[in-house]
């Protein structure tokens, strides 16, 4: 598959849908901006399918499942989501539902390998999701249903992120630097940790608002220690209380980051594009890390946001910086200040 194709029939769509991660996939190579740009819109629509809450949840399981067979090839049949276009308010999510189809149709025209890849994390991707949805199925406001344990939450964040490390790597080593002398089992590790990383941050970013949908990613086995119930965290004031958890969370969440700081650094210095497409990700995540460890975490009238401005003033920095490596390599303490 030429990028410029697929360009020419989906740039407008990953505009619409990818937000920040457009800025990502425009940096990289075009050798993998095809195979990566498709993986996020599939992974983008299974994760409109199962946000689709004014749809039932076994609805949503069942469009899941059908999703997942379209993509692994086991499924030949029609396949409409007419329920789920009509539900949807985002003008682009509900174009990507409707075009659905010819996005799946691109998945034809790669290489077997590359292919092969694609549906390897979509799988992975869609299962987690499909996990969400029954863990979650009778959260609300008045019942929330968290995570047991820390082991729940690794297995979630590597479901729907760290995958994606590992596919990104795979990609990048297949088609951008196939003949570096790399330490690939180390690469994979750290790219694992990396998806986590991000993912985690988000999970931290947005606990007011998702306990206000009745899940809670923090486990009850942490809290627990705290004698802090997942209800307790709907009240600003009990911020003092769960802080200890949370930051403990947020620790966890700047050692994967570090991880991933170092998966950039071990890429060959030649490829610029693959390594600033890592860098900013990790970069905007520092940032968002350093507000969460001084600014409010229940509160849901005071939500954490990196301002536009901030993004291209990060990815301004570290392109500037780029050819003086002891320098950009010490960007990420400052969070790219």
Not at 64 to 75: E, I, S
Not at 274 to 293: D, H
Request: charge should be positive; hydrophobic fraction near 45%; proline fraction near 6%.
């Amino acid at each position: 598959m030429r990028w410029k194709d697929f360009e020419s029939a989906n740039l407008p769509l990953l505009r619409e849908v990818s937000r920040s991660f457009y800025l990502t996939l425009r940096a990289l190579p075009m050798s993998i901006r095809p195979q990566i740009g498709l993986a996020y819109l599939l992974a983008r629509a299974a994760d409109t399918i199962a946000d689709t809450g004014i749809v039932a949840v076994p609805e949503r399981l069942a469009a899941l499942q059908a999703f997942r067979q379209k993509v692994l090839g086991t499924d030949l049949g029609p396949f409409r989501l007419n329920d789920f276009i009509a539900h949807q308010g985002s003008p682009g999510e509900r174009s990507l539902l409707e075009r659905l189809g010819g996005v799946l149709g691109w998945l034809e025209q790669l290489d077997s390998a590359d292919r092969q890849l694609v549906r390897e994390v979509l799988d992975t991707i869609s299962s987690g999701q499909e996990l969400d949805l029954q863990r979650f199925a009778y959260a609300n406001t008045a019942c929330i249903i968290p995570l047991q344990t820390d082991a729940d939450l690794d297995d979630y964040t590597y479901r729907v992120a760290g995958c994606v490390g590992e596919f990104w790597t795979k990609m990048c080593r297949a088609h951008a630097f196939p003949s570096a002398r790399l330490d690939d089992a180390a690469l994979l590790t750290a790219g694992v940790r990396f998806g986590k990383g991000l993912q985690l941050v988000n999970i931290l970013r947005d606990l007011p608002a998702d306990l206000r949908r009745g899940r809670c990613y923090l486990p009850l086995a942490s809290l627990s220690e705290l004698e802090v119930k997942p209800a307790d965290l709907l009240l600003p004031k009990n911020e003092i209380r769960v802080r200890p958890v949370y930051d403990d969370y947020l620790r966890r969440a700047e050692a994967h980051l570090a991880a991933g700081w170092s998966y950039t650094n071990a890429l060959p210095w030649r490829a610029v594009r693959v390594r600033l497409a890592c860098a900013w990700p990790i970069l905007i995540g520092m940032r968002t890390l350093a507000r969460l460890k001084t600014g409010p975490i229940l509160d849901p009238a005071e939500p954490i946001k990196i301002r536009r401005k901030e993004i291209r003033s990060l990815i301004l920095r570290s392109v500037v910086l780029y050819p003086f490596p002891r320098v950009w390599r010490g960007i990420f303490r400052s969070g790219g200040t």
